[in-house]
């Protein structure tokens, strides 16, 4: 077995070579990789870079789902509530794990890339754009997201096969078990935000964001939600408290998407004490969509996931809530008093979970690529 430093030089050539054999150069790194040692392959994970915007302070954090209401949006018929208020490997906030193994180590000569159909991350980003990663660079999530937990190994960067280029981030769904790690992207003002981790744009605030990733789920995939996928938040003191929160999951058990929000705002005072206080967030209703996003059926291709928060202006009651997937509107709710008439903060933290509420029915796969926050609607392009 190679020696953890070499590895980790080789890993990272051999994904710079997948990169330029796309220019048919293949020849001038395999030489340069032969100086190395030859062209063989592994499996690390190390160093992270990112195609996102600035890196400011930021501190770890530990998040999930916020369960729905019965009672539906303003103008929007009534749906089933949501599953899971949290979404911890462990109680409490957590510090950003460790990478993990991402599998065995492999020598041998290097296999056909195989390159995914959409783009990845362009340079320079988009004006509107505060955040996007493709995960081809992706050694330690660690290094670009404001907290990540790899689960003992179950959530880690792939690099055999992306949406976008090569790079992934998979989850490992073991049977029985319900945490299969998550990561958070801080942007914008964030009183959360005070231990040295990566942030983006914290000088900003951000009333109306938009968020777009690609997920699979492996061949073979039951019928089945998995329960939490995304969510974001407008984090309001330095205890963890959140104003709102804004989640997006399965439909309990079911293979459709709900969209399920709630506030922790009255009489233009946050009451949440800490993250997830289910005492004090109130249920603004739920959207639920009619696409089997995790059904056996979508089981192997990537699928589109977008979302779009709109806060209310304070002490108006025009906030918006929708979500799209493979560019068609699921679910769309206008008049949504998201936060009354607090102001402190806007919207600064997006999360990507896989907790399985009650343990995974089998041992299953799922991957996520091309993630970007934005002020402008992003579509699946």
């Not at 990169?19 to 062209?39: E, P, V, Y």
Request: a negative charge; charged letters at 20%; hydrophobic letters at 35%.
């Amino acid at each position: 077995m190679l020696e953890a430093p070499y590895a980790y030089f080789l890993d990272s050539i051999m994904r710079q070579f997948a990169k330029i054999r796309r220019a048919g150069a293949a020849t001038l790194l395999c030489g340069a990789m032969s100086l190395a040692g030859g062209c063989s392959d592994t499996t690390s994970a190390e160093g992270y870079g990112s195609a996102g915007a600035d890196a400011d302070e930021a501190r770890d954090t530990d998040e999930g789902s916020t369960g729905g209401a019965d009672d539906g949006f303003p103008g929007q018929s009534s749906a089933e509530g949501g599953e899971s208020t949290g979404f911890s490997d462990e109680p409490g906030p957590q510090t950003g794990g460790e990478v993990g193994s991402t599998g065995e180590e492999t020598g041998g000569s290097l296999p056909p890339a195989d390159f995914g159909p959409y783009a990845e991350c362009p340079e320079p980003l988009p004006a509107e754009w505060i955040f996007c990663e493709d995960f081809e660079e992706a050694y330690n999530p660690a290094a670009v997201f404001f907290d990540y937990a790899d689960s003992d190994g179950n959530f880690v960067p792939t690099f055999d096969g992306g949406a976008s280029g090569i790079g992934a981030m998979q989850a490992h769904y073991r049977e029985g078990v319900e945490g299969a790690g998550f990561m958070s992207v801080s942007f914008g003002a964030n009183p959360i935000n005070i231990n040295g981790r990566p942030g983006h744009a914290s000088k900003e605030t951000f009333d109306e964001i938009y968020w777009r990733f690609r997920v699979k789920m492996q061949d073979g995939w039951p019928d089945a939600g998995p329960h939490n996928l995304t969510r974001i938040s407008a984090f309001a003191q330095s205890n963890w408290g959140q104003a709102m929160v804004a989640s997006v999951s399965s439909k309990g058990d079911d293979v459709t998407l709900q969209a399920s929000a709630a506030s922790c705002v009255q009489q233009g005072e946050v009451e949440c004490a800490g993250i997830d206080d289910a005492s004090s967030l109130e249920p603004l209703g739920t959207l639920v969509g009619d696409t089997p996003v995790f059904s056996a059926e979508r089981g192997g291709q990537w699928q589109c996931i977008e979302a779009h928060v709109r806060l209310n202006t304070p002490g108006e009651v025009d906030g918006a809530f929708e979500m799209w997937v493979d560019g068609k509107l699921e679910g769309s709710s206008e008049g949504v008093d998201w936060r009354g008439s607090w102001s402190e903060f806007g919207l600064n933290l997006l999360s990507i979970e896989n907790l399985w509420v009650g343990g995974a029915p089998a041992d299953l796969d799922r991957w996520f690529d091309d993630l970007v926050i934005s002020t402008q609607p992003i579509g699946c392009d």
